[in-house]
């Protein structure tokens, strides 16, 4: 399938993050067997001559390296000099491959921006794999772990690709202009040495060039054999004379045309006539003119990355080797003039706020531009401007490109040798700020832009949701919603893209019915063949895929699928849920009209359904209207309307059905009563207080031919209610959604767009609550711990939060930490108000009683302890020393008297620590260790035991005991063992820090290990905590390892608060 996928931009890649918006576009399945193409396969598309000339011998040549048996696991290397048609070759080979055989490609080149390094590479070839295997980016990626997590891809691509009998093939072209060849991070050396289930590698590069040190001495790389010379093309040098002599024309013109050339190439491309036009101080105009008709063949237009079709073109330089000859040409200080220029550029639209005129280049080709440069400041000061975060929001729609640019500095400077952890925790500051402020985006708000025309707008929202399956719910509305419009290339594009099969199957189920209505039956076929592949993963949520399959006289796989939406409500009562209902209903209309009754009959479930008669009704004349039997579809309409109650029992769905197929029929009086009476019913049924989910029958309305006036009354009447809706951000950004689809669908774009504009404002106001308690106290504990005075302001900020903490575990930590802080400060009056805050009822609760009360009364006696407060500690250690006397299971007193030990030992009081560490201790012999819950269970209480034996002075006894620890936890599977070796690490630290590291060192988990390691980060050595609280700062939320990151930088504290600021104030 060919769709429309020049709506999708130009491809931008992170470190470790993805490219564009964050969704995968394109036909990308693997079980589907189409085309490996995403948005990676658009840039080829660029890359690409409109037609090849006189290679059939090599495209032959190519089709039998990928096909043949003799091939199986090998490689084949292209040689040719520069301007040969190397690239012209491989691209034309990777658009059309042979039959059965999936390529995933890479084009190392300098002409698009970050495009020719190992990081590029990396992104837009885990893209493809992710798409070819229809899986979502693997959690905890970065770019410490990336390289194993692609390899692993490979591997599973490959090996899924052999057990369907296709031939897997990886294309590098461009290898020698890999710009990370001399740094020991190459491409080549990424690039399997054993290429796994029969997977085979094709590279293209010039002769000769040298192996990067980091492939190994055996790898096929360094064989002479797999080289593979290829002769010239004559079109390619031709062109490459014509095209030199253009840019030397330039060169030698007028300062105007030097300088368009010298802007063009020094942004790498992305500049439009207007932006060059004010670059130049010239017009738009002249700009176009003269790039058409000096050196119309040396420049190339792409489309507007965020708003394709709408704003101008952007040019860039046709060809690969035209850019880097155009970078020699120019010199490097003519190019840094130029760049210098672009920077100016950039500092006086920062310098005005980013306002509405905005060039796009700025917020993406610049940003593009520095990251090839390395230049690091100028990377973050682009990405932690909250101002030109809220421009590229207003321009795309949605965060993802922001999110890739915090993603792409995250990674490039977390993997310094030694990373600037001030920047990093800045960075991070922003990404948790972007995903609050998307968390609570309406699913079915992206879809209102799809309906108004701004499909990428819609792709780019959806992609910015932070909860995944959010964001497949967000796109499986797009795509319907773009079916919709009558672009059902394009929504089978976004369809397909869902990386989950379930969400997936339903996205293609919605874009094959739309098909159906408008006629396509044969893409319709398609599509619900395609839907029902995988049925071992698919989670069909409806049963619009049985409708449709049943309209398609697919009546034994209608039933089976109608068979499966049914079976996750088999043990519920009737009624299911209303489309599970409309889908039985219309697969028993399609049986009835195809006059297969007795398994209409046979439907035992839709017969048991409140109204069965009724919907059967409304599904028959739907499909008689379809049909264009205006006469039967009334005549059900008539049947329905004879039994149809008007009141609150009755669905108003099955009114709308009616209704439309009334409308649809040409009776728009009967379908305007109709919907009189569901109006009545949907108003009454908008509560402000309570979910205005009776809303979203108001779009279904709105869809009906004839009746859009209606449509709009209600909206008006709708909005009124809407509005008093104060509580929730959250179900006032849901209503204000439903009511800008429907007004879309009633014709009215600017109304529509003023709803969507608000309901995204009002849902992204939940993200700007401020940050909790928890996160206060943190920030105070870390600024206690270097005796930094403003920890008393943070600590105030927790008590003016407290009445927000509802839940006696919310409390417990957190004014427990803010307790610990001012212990720290010494400030015994402050403690011991936090300290009654604590103990006291709270929130939902009546009061705190049994294991919160204890660990309440341990956590305040470690704080009491901290601020030299003995007495009162020991009384209260001696309240909850009660309370775990008399707790009855074994399991939990020995987390009791663990817990007491810590609190006590934290607190000064070492003899009561070790005294409750002894009661620890004799009980953990009474375990069976053969049960490996309660081994971990051992562990993390031997851990416990030996801290306070190191507090207490005893090394000898700690260590017999982290021995013990270390013995048992060698028995754990991998989950347990990663969770309680942290706590071993840490009790290490307290008497051999080189022990403490091994241990951390042994856990796996990227974020676990980096977690053990800061919990005991100012006794590492400098470059070893720089490296864990990068990680930290990478993998978890900014605050998590804030203590750690304060405690070596005290900086850092300044750094965030005037960041925090920065993000409260952004939109205001």
């Known amino acids: 399938m060919d769709g429309k996928v020049s709506n999708s931009g130009d491809a931008t890649a992170s470190y470790g993050g993805y490219a564009n918006t964050g969704v995968h576009i394109g036909d990308i399945n693997l079980i589907t067997g189409a085309p490996v193409t995403t948005n990676y396969h658009q840039q080829v598309r660029r890359i690409a001559p409109p037609r090849l000339y006189g290679r059939a011998e090599e495209l032959a040549e190519l089709a039998r390296f990928c096909t043949s048996p003799h091939c199986v696991g090998k490689y084949v290397w292209w040689r040719a000099n520069a301007w040969s048609g190397k690239s012209a070759l491989m691209s034309s080979f990777v658009l059309h491959p042979p039959a059965g055989v999936r390529i995933v490609s890479f084009f190392v080149t300098a002409r698009l921006a970050s495009q020719n390094d190992r990081a590029a590479f990396i992104d837009n070839v885990m893209e493809q794999l992710l798409a070819l295997l229809g899986q979502s980016l693997p959690p905890f990626l970065t770019a410490y772990n990336q390289d194993s997590n692609l390899l692993g891809l490979l591997t599973e691509a490959a090996e899924v690709c052999r057990r369907r009998g296709e031939s897997f093939v990886l294309l590098v072209d461009g290898l020698d202009e890999d710009r990370g060849a001399h740094s020991g991070h190459s491409i080549a050396g990424l690039l399997p040495a054993d290429p796994p289930a029969g997977m085979r590698v094709i590279v293209a590069g010039r002769p000769n060039p040298p192996i990067p040190g980091d492939v190994g001495e055996h790898h096929p790389l360094r064989d002479h054999a797999i080289v593979r010379p290829l002769r010239p093309s004559p079109e390619a040098e031709a062109l490459r004379h014509e095209m030199e002599r253009d840019l030397q024309r330039l060169l030698d013109g007028t300062r105007t045309e030097l300088d368009l050339l010298g802007l063009v190439a020094a942004a790498g491309g992305g500049l439009s006539a207007e932006d060059l036009a004010e670059l130049t101080e010239t017009s738009a105009w002249e700009v176009r003119n003269r790039l058409k008709t000096v050196s119309g063949r040396s420049f190339a237009t792409t489309a507007s990355r965020f708003l394709p079709n709408v704003a101008p073109d952007v040019y860039l330089l046709a060809h690969e080797e035209l850019q880097v000859t155009a970078l020699d040409m120019l010199g490097r200080t003519r190019l840094a003039g130029y760049r210098e220029r672009l920077h100016a550029w950039f500092r006086r639209y920062r310098e005005r706020g980013w306002p509405e005129d905005t060039p796009e280049y700025l917020l993406g080709g610049y940003f593009r531009m520095v990251t090839e440069a390395g230049d690091h400041a100028a990377m973050v000061a682009c990405a932690t401007d909250p101002a030109r975060q809220d421009r590229m929001l207003d321009l795309s729609g949605g965060d993802a490109a922001a999110q890739t640019e915090l993603s792409t500095c995250l990674d490039a400077i977390a993997t310094q040798e030694r990373p600037d952890l001030i920047a990093l925790v800045r960075l991070a500051i922003h990404r948790d700020h972007l995903r609050s402020r998307n968390r609570n985006i ?627």
């Not at 079976?567 to 209902?581: F, G, I, Q, S």
């Not at 059905?657 to 009776?667: E, V, Y």
């Not at 108003?683 to 009906?704: K, M």
């Open 442 to 1068: 309406p699913v079915r708000l992206p879809a209102v832009w799809a309906l108004l025309g701004q499909v990428n707008r819609a792709v780019a929202m959806a992609g910015s949701i932070t909860l995944e399956t959010e964001q497949w719910h967000a796109l499986l509305h797009v795509a319907a919603a773009t079916a919709e419009t009558g672009d059902l290339d394009w929504a089978e594009t976004i369809a397909s893209s869902i990386s989950d099969s379930g969400w997936r199957s339903d996205a293609l189920a919605s874009v094959a019915w739309t098909a159906i209505v408008a006629g396509d039956r044969g893409r319709a076929r398609r599509l619900v063949e395609l839907a029902d592949t995988d049925q071992d993963e698919a989670r069909i949520r409806g049963g619009l895929l049985a409708a449709a399959a049943a309209v398609l006289g697919d009546h034994d796989r209608a039933i089976r699928l109608l068979a499966q939406a049914e079976d996750p409500w088999t043990n519920e009562p009737p009624p299911l849920p209303m489309d599970v209902v409309q889908a039985m209903a219309r697969v028993h209309a399609a049986l009835t009209a195809a006059g297969e009754q007795a398994r209409a009959d046979g439907l035992t479930s839709f017969a048991q359904q409140p109204d069965s008669e009724l919907w059967a009704l409304a599904a028959a004349a739907e499909a008689a209207a379809a049909a264009g039997d205006s006469a039967g579809a009334l005549a059900h309409v008539a049947a329905a309307e004879s039994g149809l109650p008007i009141d609150h029992s009755t669905n108003p769905y099955l009114v709308v059905m009616l209704a439309k197929a009334a409308a649809d029929s040409g009776d728009f009086d009967r379908a305007d009563a109709l919907l009189g009476s569901v109006e009545e019913l949907t108003l009454a049924e908008i509560d402000p207080d309570d979910s205005p989910e009776g809303l979203a029958i108001v779009p279904e309305i709105a869809t009906i031919v004839g009746v859009k006036d209606r449509a709009a009354a209600l909206v008006d009447q709708a909005e009124a209610l809407v509005d008093a809706i104060e509580d929730s951000y959250y179900e006032h950004g849901e209503a204000l959604a439903e009511l800008a689809r429907a007004a879309a669908l009633a014709g009215d774009g600017i109304r529509a767009s003023a709803l969507a504009e608000r309901s995204a404002a009002v849902a992204r106001l939940a993200g700007k609550d401020g940050l909790d308690a928890s996160v206060w106290a943190s920030l105070a504990r870390a600024a206690a711990a270097t005796g930094d005075a403003r920890a008393g302001v943070l600590l105030d900020r927790v008590v003016e939060l407290e009445p927000t903490l509802d839940f006696a575990y919310d409390r417990i930590r957190t004014l427990g930490r803010a307790a610990k802080a001012a212990g720290l400060l010494g400030e015994v009056d402050r403690v011991s108000v936090l300290v009654d805050m604590l103990l006291a009822p709270g929130g939902d609760s009546d009061g705190l009683t049994g294991t919160a009360l204890r660990e309440a009364c341990g956590v305040a006696a470690e704080a009491l302890g901290m601020a030299g407060q003995l007495g009162r500690a020991a009384e209260l250690l001696s309240a909850a020393e009660q309370l775990a006397t008399a707790v009855e299971d074994p399991d939990l007193r020995l987390d009791a008297w663990r817990d007491l030990a810590e609190s006590a030992a934290a607190g000064g009081l070492i003899d009561r620590a070790v005294a409750f560490a002894d009661r620890a201790a004799a009980l953990i012999p009474a375990f069976d260790e053969d049960v490996e819950w309660k081994r971990g269970r051992q562990v993390r209480s031997l851990a416990s035991i030996a801290r306070v034996a190191a507090a207490a002075g005893d090394a000898a006894r700690a260590s017999t005991l982290l021995d013990r620890a270390e013995e048992l936890g060698t028995a754990l599977c991998d989950t347990q063992w990663e969770e309680v070796m942290a706590g071993v690490a840490k009790a290490a630290s307290a008497i051999d820090v080189h022990r403490a590291v091994r241990i951390a060192h042994t856990i796996y988990d990227p974020y676990d290990r980096a977690a053990a390691l800061v919990e005991f980060a100012e006794l590492l050595e400098p470059d070893l905590r720089t490296r864990a609280l990068a990680e930290m700062l990478l993998l978890s939320d900014w605050h998590q390892p804030i203590r750690g990151l304060v405690t070596t930088v005290p900086a850092a504290l300044s750094a965030v608060l005037d960041e925090l600021d920065a993000v409260r104030l952004s939109g205001e």
